[in-house]
């Protein structure tokens, strides 16, 4: 497994384009990336889409601020970095829907296995039209005000 991993890896490394690697990258910078790898890698475990999709996204948002070299920047771009790497360990779940039930599983973090009951017991039921025009008008007037 380990070799066809980083045989990927070199594959990668090969086609990737490095331009957006030209200068050498802050330490703090690439903990923060690795940490954001591992966090995402952890949600989303099991989910090759979802774990594809958030590692290219990761790459861009990088490559996106590589060239940043002022001081409070760099430190503004890693505090939101580890506000995301918080928010995917501790405010986001990914749900697996039961086919024959229609009910949605969730994974919670913390939950304890009691009773029989395992960590993907947790249910919640499918979100109906009614909560979605509420969700919207709430947003709408949310951005109203915003505006106004």
Do not use: W
Not at 21 to 42: E, I, Y
Not at 60 to 79: G, I, N, P, R, Y
């Amino acid at each position: 497994m380990l070799a066809r991993q980083t045989a990927a890896l070199r594959r990668r490394a090969a086609t990737t384009s490095h331009s957006c690697l030209s200068t050498t990258p802050n330490p703090a910078s690439l903990a923060a990336f690795r940490r954001l790898l591992r966090a995402r890698a952890a949600l989303f475990d099991g989910d090759a889409y979802a774990l594809e999709a958030s590692r290219q996204k990761l790459r861009e948002e990088f490559a996106a601020h590589s060239a940043t070299s002022d001081a409070a920047q760099v430190a503004e771009l890693l505090k939101g970095a580890d506000e995301v790497e918080e928010l995917l360990r501790e405010n986001v779940v990914q749900g697996r829907q039961n086919p024959d039930s229609g009910n949605f599983s969730f994974k919670v973090k913390g939950a304890t296995a009691g009773d029989g009951e395992s960590e993907l017991d947790h249910r919640a039921e499918p979100i109906d039209e009614l909560e979605i025009r509420l969700a919207e008008a709430e947003l709408e007037a949310t951005r109203k005000k915003r505006e106004g």
